[in-house]
């Protein structure tokens, strides 16, 4: 059982900045993914952002290159989504998903709202 508890999200201003956090608990070995997906109202689950753990690669989505950084935590099962100049566009749900071994596990999602 692995457990994902995410937190950090929020409403704030167009141009403003927040930082989402990860933490995975449970039986977690084999990490071989981790990072944020996000949903907007109606439509699809997109990538934000994902790390490879093997090779340290990080995929960014290509509407938040440049804005958006994402990071591992000292303790290697957290991770972390710098999220600087936001704009409305990025108001979504936000999920974070960690691949152990073969099986990918998803937090419950975290609100972040940003105001024009």
């Known amino acids: 059982q692995v457990q994902l508890v995410e937190s950090g999200g929020g409403l704030v201003q167009a141009g403003g900045s927040l930082r989402l956090s990860c933490a995975a608990s449970?039986?977690?070995?084999?990490?071989?993914?981790m990072g944020w997906y996000r949903q907007p109202p109606g439509k699809e689950r997109e990538l934000v952002a994902t790390?490879?753990?093997?090779?340290?690669?990080?995929d960014y989505g290509s509407s938040v290159k440049g804005r958006f950084t994402l990071s591992r935590g000292s303790v290697k099962n957290t991770v972390y989504l710098q999220m600087n100049n936001l704009q409305p566009e990025d108001s979504a749900l936000y999920y974070c998903?960690?691949?152990?071994?073969?099986?990918?596990?998803w937090g419950q999602g975290t609100q972040v709202t940003v105001s024009s």
């Open positions: 998903a960690f691949v152990v071994g073969y099986t990918t596990h």
């Open positions: 790390l490879w753990t093997d090779i340290g690669s990080i």
């Open positions: 449970g039986t977690v070995y084999d990490i071989r993914q």
